[in-house]
């Protein structure tokens, strides 16, 4: 893992084999990173799994893709959940057909490489509301 920041603007190169999700947390919980917007994400990821918001059922259903996948985007924000550092991110991912997938992402490994930016938010703190499945965010 390759960590750089510059006024703000974070860097993080994550190695292939890392569980992409649970690595970004324990860095952003390591680092006293809470909040932020993820501005640009690139490179590939395999077990992946994606959802999709069901507001009928207030759930999510969860789709799960185990070949890679060319992470085309991920985008989203880093708030406090529960007091501790929470990234939602969505991501478009294509596979070896070109066929765009995208949702939630929930998890995923990385595969070769993902490159990922992030910009800290100084003043603005961002907060999940309490709640079950859907958490809206918040801020002070």
Do not use: A, H, P, T
């Given at each position: 893992m390759?960590?750089?920041e510059d006024n703000?603007?974070?860097f993080i190169r994550f190695d292939d084999g890392d569980s992409f999700v649970d690595v970004l947390h324990n860095k952003l919980h390591e680092t006293g990173i809470n909040f932020g917007v993820i501005i640009s994400g690139v490179g590939m990821l395999k077990k992946v799994t994606i959802g999709?918001?069901?507001i009928d059922t207030s759930?999510?259903?969860h789709s799960t893709y185990a070949e890679p996948h060319e992470v085309l985007s991920l985008s989203g924000n880093i708030s406090l959940k529960d007091g501790k550092p929470f990234a939602h991110i969505h991501a478009s991912l294509a596979g070896r057909d070109n066929r765009v997938i995208g949702g939630h992402l929930f998890s995923g490994t990385v595969c070769n490489t993902i490159e990922l930016f992030?910009?800290?938010s100084k003043s603005i703190e961002l907060l999940r509301k309490a709640g079950d499945t859907f958490r809206p965010l918040?801020?002070?």
């Open positions: 390759l960590i750089k703000g603007l974070l999709w918001f069901n759930g999510y259903e992030i910009l800290k918040d801020y002070k």
